[in-house]
Structure formats: structure tokens, C-alpha cells
């Protein structure tokens, strides 16, 4: 048990829907990652909060949107939803910041989204 | 950008076989690299991590060298068991990459399967 925590852990939703998916990193854990996993593309890094602030994007798409509130959970923001979207997306958190030099950072369980 | 290169999978191994799974990068930074491994149907697990070059990581009978004149970090065990079956991803997380360590970047994975 790596200590972050996703929900939910499977969902199935239709073409054209919304969803949020829910992370709470490690205790003490400031940073919080979002990553998309499918068969095409393999592992991609989407989004990267510390403390509350955007820190860093990567292949995130316009229709996806994340934040990390105050107790330091996260919400990831699916909307317009593809047959493409279905995916795994994974969570994940660090203790380190920017200048945080080896890291080790946790994943949780993930997310199984299907899109129908 | 920055990239890993893993070889492709699957790869099938009988018990107490020698493991060799090659990865190489391309960084325009100091990346430090790291192997994650995925049992079936849980998240990502670190298995093991370097920062600087000729760093060996270790863990779990696994090792991996940083190779900065080959920009490799080949994964190695000598002797596998059934219960190593799992997918394997090379990563490296560069400190140019968003001003932050922990950024990671993944090749696609090698699936490894060993027979008893």
C-alpha cells in the first residue's frame, strides 16, 4: 500500500459526460501528480500540483482540468468524454517540491475510466 | 524532448532464469532515472532509482547502473521467480522538465512472465 488513495476505482460513463476523479496523496505529501496510462500511448504525464499551485503540464488535454485544495487532495476533471478517454489514470504524490532532488514518488491504484 | 527506449516485450523467463531488460534515454539535462514495476492489477511501484551517473540502484534482487556514456539503465536480476511476473517501466525524471524532479517521463513498458 503506497498511501495514496484514488476513487473512484472503476467507472463506466458515456460519450459527452463528466467526471472527477478523487486522490488524497501521502501524509505530509505536498506534490500531487496526475498521470494517464492506455494501451496507446502508454504512461503520460498530465499535471503536476504543489501546495495548492499548478507546478507543471504535460499532455493535458483542454477538456481535462485538475486542482489540489487545501487539505491537499486532488480533482481530476474529465468533461466532453471520448471513447478515447478510457483509460487508467493514475495518481500520484511526493513529499518534494521543485528543487526536491530524488524524490521517490508514490502511486496509487489508479483510476479505471471507460467511456462507452 | 526528453524520451526512454525500452525493449519491447513480452517476455517470457523460466524460474531462476537471467533477467536483462535494456532501457536507454535521450535527456538534455541531469535526469535521474528510475525502474517502477506494475503487478497485475495494482498501481505503479518504485523499485529502483539513481540520480547521478555510475549510481547503481538496487532493490529486491533487481539492480540497474546509470550509464551516462551509453545513456542506459539496464534492468538485471540474476535469478527470477515466478512472482517477478509483472510489467516493467523505465523512467527518468529530468530537472530541466517543469523546473521540477518529479516529472516523470515512462517508456511503454516490458511485460515479463515467468514460467515455474
Known amino acids: 500500500d503506497s498511501g495514496v488513495t484514488q476513487t473512484p476505482k472503476h467507472l463506466i460513463t458515456a460519450t459527452g459526460q463528466r467526471v472527477t476523479l478523487r486522490c488524497s496523496p501521502r501524509s505530509g505529501d505536498l506534490s500531487v501528480y496526475w498521470y494517464q496510462q492506455s494501451l496507446d500511448q502508454g504512461l503520460q504525464f498530465l499535471i503536476q500540483y504543489y501546495n495548492g499551485e499548478e507546478r507543471a503540464k504535460g499532455n493535458i488535454l483542454e477538456r481535462f482540468s485538475a486542482q489540489q485544495f487545501p487539505d491537499l487532495h486532488s480533482e481530476l476533471n474529465l468533461s466532453s468524454l471520448e471513447l478515447g478517454d478510457s483509460a487508467l489514470y493514475f495518481c500520484a504524490s511526493s513529499v518534494g517540491g521543485p528543487t526536491g532532488s530524488g524524490n521517490t514518488i508514490y502511486f496509487g491504484e489508479g483510476s479505471w475510466l471507460t467511456v462507452v | 524532448g526528453d524520451s526512454v527506449t525500452q525493449m519491447e516485450g513480452p517476455v517470457t523467463l523460466s524460474e531462476e532464469a537471467f533477467l536483462t531488460i535494456n532501457c536507454t534515454y535521450t535527456a538534455t539535462g541531469y535526469p535521474s532515472l528510475f525502474w517502477y514495476v506494475q503487478y497485475p492489477g495494482e498501481g505503479l511501484q518504485l523499485l529502483l532509482k539513481a540520480t547521478k551517473a555510475d549510481d547503481k540502484g538496487s532493490n529486491k534482487g533487481f539492480e540497474a547502473t546509470y550509464r551516462k556514456e551509453t545513456t542506459s539503465f539496464h534492468l538485471e536480476k540474476g535469478s527470477v521467480q515466478v512472482s517477478d511476473s509483472a510489467v516493467y517501466f523505465c523512467?527518468?525524471?529530468?530537472?530541466?522538465?517543469?523546473?521540477?524532479?518529479?516529472?516523470?517521463?515512462f517508456g511503454k513498458g516490458t511485460k515479463l512472465s515467468v514460467k515455474p
Open positions: 523512467a527518468l525524471s529530468d530537472l530541466n522538465y517543469g523546473g521540477s524532479q518529479g516529472n516523470l517521463i
